[in-house]
């Protein structure tokens, strides 16, 4: 079956840094395009950024310059590596594997002092 599982959020400062990574399986990981998105408390779901099979990337306006998403395709990885944090960034942040219903269980980011 197929599983998504997202690590790496937590508390950080503003203009701090985290790297969020979703270890997949159950797919054949280096055919997909993958996605991170990000949900803030009263808001709707938005895609931050995704990342293609040939490594074509895509960024949110909000986070270009700040945040980079890469994958490891030997180990079934994606990652988003969170720079220059900002209070606006908090939420929980979703692993997708693009056009399929399957989700990761999400994982919170908050930036505050």
């Known amino acids: 079956q197929v599983q998504l599982v997202e690590s790496g959020g937590g508390l950080v400062q503003p203009g701090g840094s985290l790297r969020l990574s979703c270890v997949a399986s159950g797919i054949i990981f280096s055919l997909n395009t993958m996605g991170w998105y990000r949900q803030a408390p009263g808001k709707e779901r938005e895609l931050v950024a995704l990342?293609?099979?040939?490594?074509?990337?895509k960024y949110t306006d909000s986070v270009k310059g700040r945040f980079t998403i890469s994958r490891d395709n030997a180990k079934n990885t994606v990652s988003l590596q969170m720079d220059g944090l900002k209070p606006d960034d908090t939420g929980v942040y979703y692993c997708?594997?693009?056009?399929?219903?399957?989700w990761g269980q999400g994982t919170q980011v908050t930036v505050s002092s």
């Open positions: 990342i293609t099979s040939n490594f074509y990337t």
């Open positions: 997708h594997r693009e056009g399929t219903i399957f």
